[in-house]
């Protein structure tokens, strides 16, 4: 079970910080990951982390604002949001891959996901 949360209604600018916290198994054996879906659009994904944390991959749309990290004596992943934008508004979902190739991008390769959390940015 994956668990989303820190979203909210912030303003341009701003910055909001994401956990994920997952129970009832371990995931530090798992690629972990941050997708968005905004209205009427497909899920995208944002940021992937290695097992150990030592490789993350961003989309360019956010590099330099935000950062995943996670925390695996907590089971726990974050993702930090600096420098919110309007075109950011969307449903946050985190998720977990057992995929042992790389960061993967694609959301089929993900088998665990939270149950997303809303992030709204005004202009």
């Known amino acids: 079970q994956l668990q989303a949360c820190g979203g909210g209604l912030v303003q341009a600018g701003d910055s909001l910080r994401l956990s994920c916290a997952a129970s009832g198994r371990t995931f530090s054996g798992h690629v972990l990951g941050w997708f968005r879906q905004a209205p009427g659009k497909g899920r995208q994904f944002v940021a992937g982390?290695?097992?150990?944390?030592?490789?993350?991959y961003n989309v360019d749309s956010v590099k330099g604002r935000f950062t995943i990290s996670r925390d695996n004596a907590k089971n726990t992943e974050y993702l930090q949001m600096n420098s919110l934008e309007p075109e950011d508004t969307a449903v946050y979902y985190c998720?977990?891959?057992?995929?042992?190739?790389?960061?993967?991008?694609?959301?089929?390769?993900?088998?665990?996901w939270g149950q997303g959390t809303l992030v709204t940015v005004s202009s």
């Open positions: 982390i290695s097992r150990t944390g030592d490789r993350k």
């Open positions: 998720a977990a891959s057992g995929s042992y190739w790389g960061i993967p991008t694609s959301a089929d390769e993900y088998a665990y």
